[in-house]
């Protein structure tokens, strides 16, 4: 099968219910005589026989398990740290088994100084690399080695688990495919018509995804863009302008590591030095990157009162609005604090769901959720609706949130403890894994906060709640300093209702202040700090 722009007019069949234009042929005779001799064709073609697949050296030679330690590990301690790099250790003692996981942060510089373009060139670079990595990925499968590479804002994750006398190698093989990557234009613009297919879907997606998609864009700088937004730089973006970024982007870079396993110190900081090394040479030894010029990305600090954001869903057919009523709570640096948003959200969800979708019928998606941006803490309500407008829902969101206001006013003691339990079964679930171990534990060290004992913390600051705690909790958060952003995305159908409801809201409640747009509401906001800043 052949799927191309480059047969468009040559076609002769009409899909049925697509419309898709197409050719069905059947085989030639030449095509039948060169598919039974395929050792001949490809020589003679690519200047290459068939054989049989090179030897895969990820697959581990060495499955013993290191003595055990005279004093356990309890947590990952610093081993290394220069001006560059950073490496998180963890000896494991739980699992007892020859595997380990890696993780590692490459923090980069800013290319170009319109974010929207490096949020492109991101992008493109991500697929195209990809692409390029696909053959050391499937090396690696076949070893059981998973290895998966990211790229964010502020740089390029890697992330390997699998055997760990198999990770020196695939980091290895990983730097020599990384140091190969040139890329070229046909690839390029491969990648450039997929995007665009890829976004211009999204701004059909559901209307829920479309409200947390535009709920990210007005409360961080520098973390993600609008369908229309990507689609537009993407238009302006050329191959030229790709390369240099391709050039500059790796060509300073600072580090974190993270080694969870059966594993020495030593071997760990090996590996720091083989991948720094290979990396300094590819950067043609380069300045490091300082920690001040890392990405910075803040989170609005919304005021008090409740602020209206509305978009409209660019699917015409559409029969579903969305609203979702978010309330900023602040820094996740309190464990108190984090633990009631923890109870918050336990105590509402079940209610929320009950009440809006069961006995109101609003809509099958009703969602309470607790969210932390940036180590910014927050929680939602959100409701899709196919029968009401999104102003209409968000007035049955506040109405909800009353007749909870005076049911948790009388809540008892042996209910309380309930919550309080609930959670900390949540809270305190155990790791099934070497992997999921090491990615609690590099949650801590990508944010910056360090933790590492966050359970045991979080669960003793919980057990140490009271109900006037969660009743001041509650009221603060929803009421008396709420400080809230609505976002309402409405379907045509419901257009002329919603001008209604929101002109009979603003009437009502003078508290709601309408956000003119996206920027406006960025850079007209106070900022929380950092708090996953390197500095």
Known sequence: ???????????????????????????????????GEPRHDVARISKKTLHLPPPNRFIPKDLSLLPAPASPQALPTKIFEDSQNEVWFKRDTTFLQPKASLRVMVYTGRVFAEFSKEFVCLSIWKELFANHMKELIYMAELANLSLEQQVKAD??????????????????????????FSPEERQYNTIVEKLRLDYENELKQVPYQQALVNTVVLLLSHEKLKPQDFLNALSRTTFAEFLEF???????????FLFVGNLEVEFAKQIVTTFTTHLAELQKNGPALTKEESLESRVVRIPHG????????????????????????????????????HLLETYLADRAYNQLRTTEQLGYIVATRRRAWRQVLGLFILVQSNVANANQVQ???????????????????????????????????????????????????REHQYVFNRKDVLV?????????????????????NRSGLEVNGNAKVHSEENEKKRAERLAESADIKIVRSTEWFRRSMPLFPDYQSLL
């Open 246 to 256: 391709s050039r500059v982007w790796l060509s300073r870079t600072r580090h974190e």
């Open 460 to 480: 003793k600051a919980l057990k140490a709640l009271t109900i006037p705690d969660f009743i001041a909790f509650f009221e603060e958060v929803l009421f008396t």
């Open 1 to 35: 099968m052949l799927c191309t722009k480059d047969v468009a007019g040559s076609t002769n069949q009409v899909e049925k219910w697509y419309g898709v234009e197409y050719s069905a042929e059947p085989f030639s005779d030449e095509l039948k005589r060169r598919a």
């Open 306 to 341: 409740r602020w209206l954001y509305e978009f409209p869903l660019a699917l015409e057919s559409e029969v579903n609005s969305v609203a979702m009523a978010y309330y900023q709570i602040g820094a996740a640096t309190d464990p108190s604090r984090e633990s009631l948003t």
């Open 155 to 180: 740089g390029m994750e890697l992330k390997a688990n699998g055997f760990n006398d198999s990770l020196a190698s695939v980091l290895e093989e990983f730097l020599t495919v990384l140091a190969t």
């Open 395 to 445: 007035t049955r969101i506040q109405s909800f949130l009353d007749g909870a206001r005076k049911e948790v006013a009388s809540l008892a003691e042996t209910e309380f403890q309930k919550y309080i339990e609930s959670v900390a079964v949540d809270i305190s679930q155990r790791d099934l894994s070497i992997s999921e171990e090491a990615d609690r534990y590099w949650k801590e060290v």
